[in-house]
C-alpha cells in the first residue's frame, strides 16, 4: 500500500500542475476574447485564426481540467445526501463509481478519441474557416482529458481504499463546510436578513 500511495502523490502532483496550468490558460482565453471583441468593435475586423485560438483554450481548459478537480473534489455531488451518510459507506460509493463509471468511460473516450487525433495528424486537417488553425492540437485533447482523468481516478481509488484499510486519512473529509453548504449558508442568512427587515419596516 505505501508503494501504491507514493503513485498516488505523484499522479496528484501531475494533475496539480495541470490545474496551474488551466488557470492562466483561463487568463489567456479571458484576453483573447477581450482582444478578438475590441478589435471587432474599434476596427470592424476579426481573425479566425485568434477566434479558434480562444475556443481552443477553453477547450484544454475543460478537458485537461477534468482530473484536477477529481483531486480537489471540486466536482458535482449531493451534499445534502453524502453529508448524512459515514466515512466509510461515502467512499465506499466513490469506489463503485470509479470503477463501474469513471474508468470505463475514460477507456472509451480514449478509444474513440485517439483515431480522430491520429487522422488529423496524418491527413494535416485544418480549420473550415478561412484562415482558420489545425486541427489535431484540439483532438488530442480528448485522449489526453480523459488519460489525465483516468490517472487521477487510479489515485483516488488508492487513497480510498487505503483509508478503508486503515493506511490513510479519509480523502472525503473537508477541511470546512463546502462550497455548496457555504453558498446555502449564506442564502439563508440573506433570507432571514430580508425577512427581519420586512417585519421592522411592516411594524407601525
Known amino acids: ?52 485560438v480562444q475556443w481552443y483554450l477553453f477547450a484544454a481548459v475543460f478537458m485537461l481540467g477534468g482530473g484536477y478537480a477529481f483531486l480537489r473534489n ?43 487525433f491520429e487522422r488529423a495528424w496524418a491527413s494535416g486537417e485544418m480549420s473550415s474557416n478561412a484562415g482558420g488553425l489545425i486541427r489535431w492540437p484540439v483532438y488530442l485533447l480528448i485522449p489526453a482529458g480523459f488519460a489525465l482523468l483516468a490517472l487521477q481516478s487510479f489515485s483516488e481509488l488508492i487513497k480510498r481504499v487505503a483509508f ?22 449564506d442564502i439563508a442568512a440573506a433570507e432571514a436578513a430580508r425577512q427581519s427587515q420586512s417585519s421592522l419596516t411592516s411594524k407601525p
Open 1 to 52: 500500500m505505501t508503494s501504491l500511495l507514493r503513485w498516488a502523490r505523484w499522479i496528484d502532483a501531475l494533475n496539480r500542475a495541470i490545474g496551474w496550468l488551466a488557470m492562466w490558460l483561463i487568463l489567456a482565453a479571458t484576453l483573447i476574447s477581450a482582444g478578438n471583441a475590441i478589435v471587432r468593435r474599434a476596427l470592424g475586423t476579426s481573425s479566425n485564426a485568434w477566434l479558434e
Open 74 to 116: 471540486a466536482h458535482v455531488r449531493i451534499d445534502f445526501v453524502s453529508s448524512r451518510l459515514s466515512a466509510r459507506t461515502r467512499n465506499w460509493i466513490d469506489i463503485v463509481g470509479i470503477v463501474v463509471f469513471i474508468l470505463p468511460l475514460c477507456a472509451l473516450m480514449i478509444k474513440l478519441g485517439w483515431p480522430l
Open 164 to 185: 478503508l484499510t486503515g493506511h490513510g486519512p479519509d480523502p472525503l473529509e473537508h477541511e470546512g463546510p463546502s462550497e455548496t453548504q457555504r453558498l446555502a449558508k
